[in-house]
């Protein structure tokens, strides 16, 4: 039977030591992954990776996601293979387009195709294969080798989307597909069916790719003051990924007024605008049992991993201590596992 897990999304805006010690934490309650975000001018995730791995023993560890174009192939393979041999095999992979690079004038043409050849690349590297690839946006010479060990020639690999194309490419050559800015539980089936094209081009089984859906996460005892805060965190990616939900059904003025307040740098008025149901398709708020309810009905919709992700709570050591202790006990794992091929 397949067991959902539980991971944990942390933004890399924190000192050094703050990492290890939310991750021990998380390690203690039970959380099975930790992931680090990538996004623009944050740290590199894998300062943060890299200390977290030194700090555990047992859950798995990622960045979500890095992007071919910011770093070359090369340079990814390179800090999966350090992040794999840091934690004794417990990395994983996390590969999407990106966001928000033309800010530092880098263009991304052919999506696709640039993550499907940073994949071959990637695994060609650490399989240690010396043959070569001439590809379309990506090359290796021939005799193009580590110069190192590896831990592992192949760690998982995660690809982030949410279209049809990029959820086909997921069901084609990945491990997991991350539903990034969702906690709605009508979207999986929609994932899925998408994932499941992609599968059915290279004849592979769609069960074999887990589902991930993880967004925004503020949890506190006090539940109108969690909503309050998570209303504003959303309100700054709302106009993004709302349009990419064909579930969601946001009305324009909505979503325009939402836009125009986080534009002029007002994202508490902006937040004021979300209505309570809107919230909760894409971010998990309120009281512990709320959250947990939002998490299980992913579960039961048969997403493979819940992330709640960044703030986690109105601080981030009482986020991650009620997550652990007052909403991880309330779930039930194993609904989702017919959902998953299991």
């Not at 560890?61 to 174009?69: I, K, R």
């Not at 709302?238 to 325009?256: G, R, S, Y």
């Not at 992913?298 to 709640?308: M, S, Y």
């Amino acid at each position: 039977m397949t067991v959902a897990e539980i991971g944990l999304g942390l933004q890399s805006d924190k000192r050094a030591g703050d990492y290890a010690r939310l991750a021990r934490r998380a390690e203690e309650h039970g959380f099975d992954v930790l992931s680090v975000f990538g996004d623009l001018m944050y740290q590199p995730p894998i300062f943060p990776l890299l200390e977290m791995a030194a700090a555990t023993r047992r859950v798995r560890l990622g960045p979500a996601c890095l992007n071919p174009y910011s770093a070359a192939p090369y340079e990814i393979a390179g800090q999966v293979a350090a992040l794999d041999l840091a934690s004794h095999g417990r990395a994983y992979l996390g590969l999407a387009r990106g966001t928000w690079l033309g800010a530092v004038g880098i263009a991304q043409p052919r999506p696709l195709t640039a993550l499907a050849e940073a994949v071959k690349v990637i695994h060609l590297l650490l399989a240690g294969d010396r043959d070569g690839f001439e590809g379309e946006m990506f090359r290796l010479a021939p005799g193009t080798a580590l110069r190192y060990a590896v831990h592992r020639p192949r760690p998982p690999l995660l690809l982030g989307a949410w279209g049809p194309k990029g959820a086909a490419l997921a069901g084609r050559i990945a491990d997991e597909l991350k539903v990034g800015g969702s906690a709605n539980p009508a979207m999986v089936p929609v994932i899925r069916e998408r994932v499941a094209r992609g599968a059915a081009e290279v004849g592979r089984d769609p069960g074999e790719v887990g589902l991930v859906f993880g967004a925004v996460t503020v949890v506190d005892r006090d539940g109108a003051a969690a909503r309050a805060r998570a209303r504003t965190e959303v309100a700054m990616y709302l106009a993004v990924v709302a349009d990419l939900d064909p579930t969601a059904h946001v009305p324009a003025d909505l979503l325009a007024g939402v836009k125009e307040l986080v534009d002029a740098g007002r994202h508490e008025e902006a937040g004021r605008l979300i209505p309570g149901d809107l919230l909760d398709l894409f971010a998990f708020s309120g009281d512990p049992e709320h959250v947990a309810a939002q998490a299980q009905a992913l579960i039961d919709a048969g997403v493979r991993r819940v992330e709640f992700g960044t703030p986690h709570g109105l601080t981030d050591d009482g986020g991650v201590e009620l997550l652990g202790t007052a909403v991880l006990p309330l779930l039930d794992r194993s609904p989702g596992a017919a959902a998953d091929g299991a």
